[in-house]
């Protein structure tokens, strides 16, 4: 590695940061976010997505700009103007009628054109289907830069592949993929992450193959996750167990062991919808991607009725009845509530006139009410309720006495099927 190599991290969320800190150990870096109070936290040696604890933040953090090897967190535009590498790792969402938001990729595209120099390397982490890193962000680059293209600046493409709330997984243990636009381009971006990932790297032969590779990745959980859902939905109108023929058919090597339940967040949720937008630009329409998508978009309204159904058999009256939700964030031992499907539940929930209270050890209410309009409490009720709808897996819950929030009559329905036979109904 170049000894002078300067890297700019743009985006310091559940990606960015990981990613930052790590290169931090070996490189000077500065750490770019458009949020002022996402960066003072970090400032102060705090990350309240809790994907870097506060020692190992504390440790690599840089109190004023800085050639040293270390990470400087700065909102400042021009902190980033002496650095040769710009990694992009920005969110890339749909809109409410799914299709693809490249708004904040042009946006931060714009931000790294303002102050790129001849030899300088742009490489973007953030999900697209193949074909944005060159046919969408470099041509904004070149716009706002005045440069051009493999010429007087490069890009790459390394796939992020952080899994939030996974302390096993992280970042330096996970293999990367990695790609340059250009055959030279693609040794240097796969020697800087060498630097770093313990893991090791797979340099592919174009980003365009870079970037399908990250959208298939997701697409295909996707797809298994949505076949298990539909079994879960036949077996349980034959009144078969679902978790238990799932155990059973696990005996054999290769049955892949998936679950079933809500698909949300900003990967396995969102990525399907990138590349069936992308086929469909080339006159093919995606049938079993689409599907997929579809089935499990249904699933938070079949968990409802399923809730339903088993108060109406226990004698519980739905109408004005009292349900209490156990997480709303989108996965388990994550704050993130970003495209949560377990907001499909309540909404469904409420349409049969049940009262839906919301209890997430680790969601932050304002964002959930800026969000969904909803609220949720950090505390654990003092009430009793009809039914008690287990919908996240925090560790918090599994060490709580869900007894204490149940009516005399009240049920139990576990979505992520981990209470055993406590539970009334599962998925």
């Not at 743009?10 to 976010?33: C, N």
């Not at 102060?44 to 690599?60: A, C, M, R």
Request: some cysteine.
């Amino acid at each position: 590695m170049d000894s002078n190599t300067k890297i700019a991290v743009i985006g310091l969320g559940y990606v960015g940061l990981p990613l930052a800190r790590l290169f931090a150990t070996k490189h000077a870096v500065v750490g770019f976010d458009i949020n002022q109070s996402r960066v003072s936290s970090l400032k102060s040696g705090t990350d309240t997505t809790f994907e870097v604890d506060d020692v190992t933040l504390q440790k690599v953090l840089l109190k004023q700009p800085s050639n040293a090897i270390g990470l400087y967190c700065t909102t400042v535009v021009s902190d980033i103007a002496d650095c040769n590498y710009y990694i992009v790792t920005v969110p890339t969402p749909v809109d409410k009628n799914n299709r693809p938001d490249l708004t904040p990729l042009y946006k931060s595209s714009e931000t790294v054109g303002s102050v790129l120099k001849k030899g300088d390397i742009v490489i973007y982490e953030s999900t697209v289907y193949p074909g944005v890193t060159e046919e969408e962000c470099v041509p904004v680059l070149e716009r706002i830069s005045g440069l051009k293209f493999n010429v007087d600046f490069f890009a790459g493409y390394s796939p992020e592949r952080i899994n939030p709330g996974d302390k096993e997984h992280t970042v330096e243990k996970i293999l990367k993929i990695t790609s340059g636009s250009t055959l030279e381009i693609g040794q240097k971006v796969n020697e800087l992450y060498k630097s770093v990932i313990t893991a090791g790297t797979h340099l592919a032969p174009s980003i365009k193959v870079a970037e399908a590779a990250k959208v298939i990745e997701n697409s295909q959980r996707d797809i298994n996750i949505a076949f298990v859902n539909e079994l879960a939905k036949i077996f349980n109108l034959m009144n078969i167990d679902t978790q238990a023929v799932l155990e059973a058919a696990r005996t054999k090597w290769n049955f892949l062991p998936f679950k079933p339940g809500l698909v949300g967040g900003h990967c396995i949720g969102v990525d399907p919808y990138y590349l069936a937008q992308r086929a469909q630009e080339f006159g093919y329409h995606p049938e079993i991607i689409l599907a997929g998508r579809r089935l499990n978009d249904s699933m938070g309204e079949y968990v409802a009725s399923q809730v339903v159904k088993l108060m109406i058999k226990k004698g519980i009256s739905v109408n004005g009845a009292t349900v209490l939700m156990l997480g709303i964030t989108f996965k388990e031992n994550c704050p993130d509530v970003r495209n949560t499907k377990i907001v499909d539940v309540i909404a469904a929930l409420t349409d049969y006139g049940i009262t839906v209270t919301t209890y997430d050890p680790l969601a932050n209410p304002l964002e959930v009410q800026k969000e969904y309009n909803l609220v949720t409490t950090n505390l654990v009720p003092k009430q009793q309720f009809d039914a008690v709808i287990l919908g996240v897996a925090h560790h918090q819950f599994l060490d709580l006495d869900l007894s204490i929030l149940q009516n005399t009559t009240s049920l139990l329905y576990d979505v992520k099927g981990v209470l055993g036979d406590t539970a009334d109904g599962r998925l």
